[in-house]
C-alpha cells in the first residue's frame, strides 16, 4: 500500500509562490507515474500536471503552463509541484496522486487513471 503525504500549501498573494511536496511511502515510487490535481470550492477535481516515471517527461493543463513545473526525485520519493505567479483562480485544495497506468503520461489527465491519493494541502490566493 502507497501513502502519499502533501505539504506546503499556505496563503499567498497573487503573483507569488508556492511550493508543494508529496511524499510517499514504500519502495515502489519509482514505479508510478505522479500527478497534481486540484478542486476549488463547487467545481469538479481538475488536473493540474503528471510526470513520467524516470524520464522526467511533464505534461500539464493549459491553465497552469508556463507558471508551474513538476519534478521529482525518486531518491527521496517525492514529487514537487513549484506554483508561480499565482492567480486567485488558482485556490483549490492540491491532491497529489499515483498512478500504475502504462498509458502516456498526457493521456492521464481523468482522477480515475489513479491508485493512489493523498489527502490534499490547501492552497489560497489572494488578490
Known amino acids: 500500500q502507497t501513502q502519499l503525504v502533501e505539504s506546503g500549501g499556505g496563503l499567498v498573494q497573487a503573483g507569488g509562490s508556492l511550493r508543494l511536496s508529496c511524499e510517499a511511502s514504500?519502495?515502489?515510487?519509482?514505479?508510478?507515474?505522479m500527478g497534481w490535481f486540484r478542486q476549488a470550492p463547487g467545481k469538479e477535481r481538475e488536473f493540474v500536471a503528471a510526470?513520467?516515471?524516470?524520464?522526467?517527461?511533464?505534461y500539464y493543463a493549459e491553465s497552469v503552463k508556463g507558471r508551474f513545473t513538476i519534478s521529482r526525485d525518486n531518491a527521496k520519493n517525492t514529487v514537487y509541484l513549484q506554483m508561480n505567479s499565482l492567480k486567485p483562480e488558482d485556490t483549490a485544495v492540491y491532491y497529489c496522486?499515483?498512478?500504475?497506468?502504462?498509458?502516456?503520461?498526457?493521456?492521464?489527465?481523468?482522477?480515475?487513471?489513479?491508485?493512489?491519493w493523498g489527502q490534499g494541502t490547501q492552497v489560497t490566493v489572494s488578490s
Open positions: 510526470i513520467s516515471r524516470s524520464t522526467g517527461n511533464t
Open positions: 496522486a499515483a498512478s500504475s497506468s502504462v498509458l502516456i503520461i498526457s493521456a492521464l489527465t481523468r482522477g480515475s487513471q489513479y491508485n493512489y
Open positions: 514504500g519502495r515502489t515510487f519509482s514505479n508510478y507515474v
